[in-house]
Each structure stands twice: as C-alpha cells, then as structure tokens.
C-alpha cells in the first residue's frame, strides 16, 4: 500500500463529486471526504503494531476513509481488514474498481440499517455520514426505531448510534459530522448516549466553513472520536485557516456538566474558555434541579388575533412583548411598537395562555451578536402589578417555581446572576446561536438556593447595574464568593 493508491481514490471521489447531480447530493446532504481529512481522521485511530485489527466504513461512498486507513495502517505496521458498505449502485462499483487489488477489503452493497444485527463487531469504525434528516413516516425512520429504541431525527447521528452498536471492547469510532450534536434538545438522546455510555476522546475543529471545499456547502463541522473506555481527558485541537493546528487537553467533566438535564457540550478552544469553564463549572446545580423552570412565553400573537386588544377593560390582562423589558427592569406601557396590541383578552380559551401572577423572570429569547449582552434579562415582581394574570409573548422566556412560589429575594438573585459578564460570555462562546432557548437557560449551572437567598437578601435594594457587578464578584471572583460564605455564615450564628 502507498500513496499511489489514495491518490487513486481521491481522483474518483473529485470525479464522482463533480458526476453526481446536484439535486441527489441536496436530497442526502453527503459530501465525500478529502483525502486530507480522510487521513486526519485516520490518524486519530491508536497506533496496534503488529496487530490485525477489523475496520467498518458503513457508507463507504467510493472508499476513501478505508484507503486512509490502509495507507495509515501500513506506515504504522498494522494490518487492517476493511469491510466496506453502500447503498447507492453507482458508487459501489467505483469503489469495487478502487478495492478490486486490496484483498484485505471486503465490499458490500446493501442499506447499512438493514444490515447492523448481522454484522460482527469491529475495533475500528470510520464514517462521514449523510447529514440529512429523517422524514418521521420514512422506512428509515422505522429502522432506527427498531435499531436504537427511540425515532431519531437526523441521519448522520443515527449511524453513529447504530455504528457505536458494533464497536467491540477495546474498538473506537471516528466520524466527520456536523456540529450542531453539541447543543439543540433535538440531540438530546444522541449526547446522553456518547457522554454517558461511552467516552469522547478527542474533537477535531476547523476554523473554516469550507471542509467540503469542492461543494457549495457552508458546514460548521468536526472529528469525533469515540470510544468504550477513556481516561478522563479529551483531546482538543483547532486548525486554523492557515492550517495551523493546535492541540491541547481538557478534563471531561468540563466539556458537559453531569447537572445539566440537557447534557450540551462545550468544545473549549482558547485558554480563555478553559478559565470561563472553570468559573462555571463550580455549580452544580440547574434551575430545574432547584425546582424552578424555564419556559417560553405561551402567547403566540398572531394564532390568537381574536384575543389581542389594543385597549384595557375589565376583563383582559396585559400582554408583555420584547420591547417591554430591558436590563434590569419591565415596562408596562414601551413607546416603541405602539402598533402591537398589548392586552389580551380574559376568557375560558385565553387563560391556558396567560400566567398567575406571581414573580418571574423575563429574558428576551432575540439576541444580536453586536449587542452589548446576550442575555436582557428583568425581575417581574407581583408587587410591581396587580393583575390577576398576565400573558408573555413567545418571543419571551421566563423563569418561574415549578414545584415552588419564586420568592422576591431568589427572583433576584437569579436575574442578577443570569446577567453578569461571566454568563454572558458562556451564552456568546458555547450557546452556537444567537437565540437564547429555555433550555438553554434550564441547563446554566446556577448556586445552591442558600446561596441565591443569601444574594438576593442582602442586595436587592441596590441600583440594577450594581447588583449585576456584585453577582459577577460574589459568584465568579474568589474575594466575593470568600466575602459571601463568612456573610452567609454569620446569619446563622
């Protein structure tokens, strides 16, 4: 095996990226992988000298990743016997015209879901899946449901699941897929599954959008390395435009947090992420691990025209929007936007849409990236209004006591914590959207509630900006939270 022989795959991956429509390639979202990718990720393989070790390729394409992991395999003196597998007819036979030579190559077509409970186990997987969805009435749909337990949404991290199936005792995975795994509730079962039953042991990050640069694809993507066992760290490193690349090692437990229900991880790439990390990390408890929630505002204004009126009465409540709040504090009647009607109306259909009144938090879900902060966030006190109800627009999140009332001095401790810099710069560094979700919020690591009461007791009556600085001490600066402890303490001598 030499490079002569990737060199000839890759010729027939560029012949057949540019041979195939482009409306197939829209319909699967299957870019094939250069040949320098293909041998980063092999790369990322642990090195068996002498040893004779089973790989997979589950969607092969026209081999590519296998001919890396040959030519690899025979500079680090292993011996690899490859299974490949492809659905798709045309690039089946171009693979067997790439393999036709290596007799270590075993090649099938055939639908990869269809074949998982035959296939044995492998000490090595390697895949770029297709990144498309999965339509939920498909037979793929089916399939996984049957494989894996539940319908999962997304191709790319159902082979993945199926794939991790296979991987025997000492076996590790490789894959080249998308991003955006790290965060969404979409994901959720997928990041549970790797984190929790398996290991991350290394992430591959580019700096470019542009690793499929023969496609018009813009792809935020990176390498995964996954397997059964782990020794704690994982291994991170960062290619930059220039193709510098730098690498460096982290704790486990700080990509994802053990307390966050939604388990997102955070890929830390500068020190300064290491610090933030660090800062945050130091809490494990979640909002909903103190039984309070996030959710987003129930009124949806334009599928309850029939509610909204322009004018109070008797029987309607007011309707807070996004403009109404701004850092720190709510107004009930904005100047701007003076067109939105800003009541609604209080009947038997309506009141599943309104909230008791009651404190709360309001946080804007829009975000702009040239904003000051990310998270605009204000303490709504039932003191403040006497409405019995009021409604919250969709484009709102807030914060309430799910299994308990939220008490004035947690309310603002709360608010005040969940706008210091310390969390804004978490939302803008490892959030990967502008929009601030409620289950982003529900999975921000948060103090205990000693702590938030003890915060919002002793500082509630300051100016707003203040008590945002003084969160950003108690809770994120050594001093303050030394300082907070001994004032905790004292109340209880």
């Known amino acids: 095996m030499n490079n002569f022989f990737l060199d000839k795959v890759e010729k027939s991956r560029t012949s057949m990226t540019r041979g195939i429509a482009i409306e197939k390639k829209k319909l699967l979202e299957q870019y094939f992988t250069p040949a320098k990718i293909s041998l980063i990720m092999a790369d990322m393989f642990s090195t068996n000298p002498g040893q004779t070790l089973t790989v997979l390729d589950p969607c092969c394409g026209v081999g590519n990743l296998a001919a890396a992991v040959l030519t690899r395999a025979e500079r680090k ?101 998308p991003r955006s795994f790290c965060n969404g509730p979409s994901f959720k079962k997928f990041r549970r599954l790797i984190l929790e039953d398996f290991n991350i042991r290394e992430i591959y990050l580019f700096e470019s959008r542009k690793v499929f640069w ?44 053990k307390s966050d229900p939604q388990r997102f991880i955070h890929i830390p790439i500068a020190i300064d992420d290491d610090k933030l990390l660090e800062r945050i990390s130091r809490y494990d408890n979640t909002i909903v691990s103190l039984g309070l929630k996030a959710s987003t505002g129930k009124v949806v204004d334009f599928r309850c025209t029939k509610f909204l009126l322009s004018t109070r009465n008797k029987n309607s409540s007011p309707l807070l929007y996004q403009d109404n709040i701004h ?59 006497q409405d019995e109800y009021i409604g919250i627009e969709n484009h709102l999140n807030y ?50 509630i000693t702590r938030l009461q003890a915060f919002g007791k002793a500082y509630k009556n300051i100016e707003t900006l203040d008590i945002i600085a003084k969160a950003e001490d108690v809770f994120f600066n050594q001093a303050g939270r030394i300082d907070a402890i001994k004032n905790e303490l004292a109340q209880h001598i």
């Open 399 to 448: 914060i309430w006591g799910e299994k308990f009332s939220l008490d004035e001095n947690l309310c603002i401790a709360l608010f005040a914590y969940f706008s210091t810099q310390t969390i804004d710069s978490y939302i803008r560094r490892f959030s990967g959207h502008t929009q601030i979700n409620a289950t982003d919020l529900n999975s921000i690591p948060v103090p205990n």
């Open 77 to 177: 003196g292993e011996k690899s016997l490859i299974t490949l597998i492809e659905m798709d007819k045309e690039l089946i036979q171009t693979t067997k015209e790439n393999f036709r030579n290596i007799p270590e190559a075993l090649i099938i077509q055939a639908d990869f879901f269809s074949c998982v409970k035959s296939l044995p186990k492998f000490d090595r997987i390697i895949l770029n899946p297709p990144y498309t969805k999965i339509s939920s009435d498909s037979k793929l749909a089916s399939s996984c449901k049957d494989l894996i337990g539940y319908r999962e949404g997304n191709a790319y991290s159902a082979f993945i699941t199926c794939s991790l199936k296979l991987l025997s005792q000492s076996g590790e995975l490789v894959a080249i897929i």
């Open 327 to 385: 850092r720190g504090f709510v107004t009930f009647d904005p100047i701007s936007s003076s067109e939105k009607k800003r009541h609604i109306g209080k009947n038997k259909t309506s009141l599943s849409l309104l909230v008791p009144r009651e404190n709360y938090i309001l946080i804007r879900r829009i975000s702009f990236k040239e904003s000051p902060t990310r998270i605009v966030a204000a303490p709504l006190l039932k003191k403040s209004y």
């Open 214 to 257: 023969e496609s018009s694809a813009l792809q935020e993507v990176l390498i995964l390395k996954i397997s059964k066992t782990g020794n704690g760290v994982v291994r991170i490193s960062h290619e930059t435009n220039s193709g510098n690349v730098s690498t460096r090692e982290i704790r486990n437990d700080k990509i994802s947090f």
